[in-house]
């Protein structure tokens, strides 16, 4: 009866751990603007390796699994540089600005994660 | 009454497709490898048609959504609950953007339909196998379509941005409200209710209009 009871609650902690390392399913949306609007010389743009079409006057809304996905831009050489990272939540929206008249671009989140080493590079919707 | 609209619109549509089809099917000196390529150019403002229409007929339902939702928030006094319904709001509405996104079906079969428009007027342009009163025809018939389907892609554009605009509403409110419950402060969370309960009234009006202005190409 212990044993069991026991075995009961060990299933519980692991269901519990795994349901906390799976990510939370479903679809959100990233707004990527970028500052000027009207640069002609716009980097290019990567989410993490899918390159994104010419942003349309400057702004752009992306639909994205939820999950975290990594901003980046091509710098000399073609290299990528990482701009910040983007967290996507379920039905929600992630807003990011490039200010891309500095080299390379910078990202300004509207809402940056609020712990962690990367904090002030990572935005949140 | 809203089926004989669309009967009307798919009747007007199918003539414009015959106006178009039929123009350059009458050109005595088309070779059968040159109309093929005439066909395929019309695939894509079709189906982006098809799927600008499917979206208007569809989106008015899911506005209705938003507006009885909004009815339940106003009549709701109990916070939790009306957290839970903005969280049904904001899939309502992520259900719309996700339709309209920049990298969603009808962006890529707009653009692809633009593409294609674009490559076939400037063949016409040069073609010198027609009168010219003929290639004038075809090429203003193009001309149009292409005008249509730009124009069907800029009202998504504004459709795609309220969308946007809504959810981040919908999603601040909601924080705002998270915060509010967490000092239990109970009843400002209420006056933000209220507040966001008109922002959607406005917001549902402005998208009724937006939307019912889209017009497929081809109409």
């Known amino acids: 009866m212990r044993a069991s009871a026991g075995r009961l609650g060990s299933a519980g902690l692991l269901a519990s751990a795994l349901a906390a390392c799976i990510p939370e399913g479903g679809t959100g949306f990233v707004q990527i603007k970028t500052v000027p609007a009207s640069s002609v010389s716009q980097p290019s743009l990567y989410l993490d390796s899918v390159k994104l079409e010419p942003l349309k006057k400057g702004a752009a809304v992306l639909s994205r699994k939820a999950g975290t996905s990594k901003l980046q831009a091509e710098v000399a050489g073609g290299q990528l540089a990482l701009l910040c990272d983007i967290v996507v939540k379920k039905n929600r929206i992630t807003t990011v600005t490039i200010s891309i008249v500095e080299r390379p671009p910078r990202c300004q989140c509207t809402h940056n994660a609020s712990q962690g080493s990367q904090a002030n590079r990572t935005c949140i919707g | ?219």
Not at chain 2, 26 to 32: F, I, K, L, V
Not at chain 2, 105 to 123: D, Q, T
Not at chain 2, 168 to 179: M, P, W
Request: charged share 35%; glycine share 6%.
């Open chain 2, 1 to 219: 009454m809203i089926g004989s609209l669309v009967s009307l619109s798919a009747v007007k549509r199918a003539a414009a497709v015959l106006a178009v089809v039929g123009a350059i099917s009458s050109g005595s000196m088309w070779a059968e490898a040159g109309a093929n390529a005439d066909a395929d150019a019309f695939v894509p403002v079709e189906e982006y048609a098809r799927k600008v229409e499917e979206f208007t007929k569809n989106a008015p339902n899911l506005n209705k959504k938003i507006e009885d939702g909004t009815k339940v928030i106003d009549n709701l006094a109990d916070v939790p609950k009306a957290r839970s319904e903005i969280e049904q709001l904001r899939a309502v509405v992520a259900d719309l953007l996700g339709r309209v996104s920049d990298n969603g079906e009808l962006a890529r079969l707009g653009a692809k339909a633009l593409e294609h428009s674009r490559n076939k007027l400037k063949v016409l342009e040069q073609d010198t196998r027609f009168k010219p009163e003929e290639r004038q025809f075809l090429a203003d018939h193009w001309r149009e379509l292409i005008r249509q389907t730009e124009r069907a892609a800029e009202d998504l554009d504004r459709a795609r941005l309220e969308f946007a605009e809504l959810l981040r509403t919908l999603q601040t409110r909601e924080d705002f409200i998270d915060e509010l419950l967490q000092i239990r402060r109970a009843a400002e969370a209420i006056k933000v209710l209220r507040q966001l309960t008109s922002e959607l009234r406005d917001a549902s009006e402005k998208l009724k209009t937006l939307i019912g202005g889209i017009k497929p190409p081809g109409v």
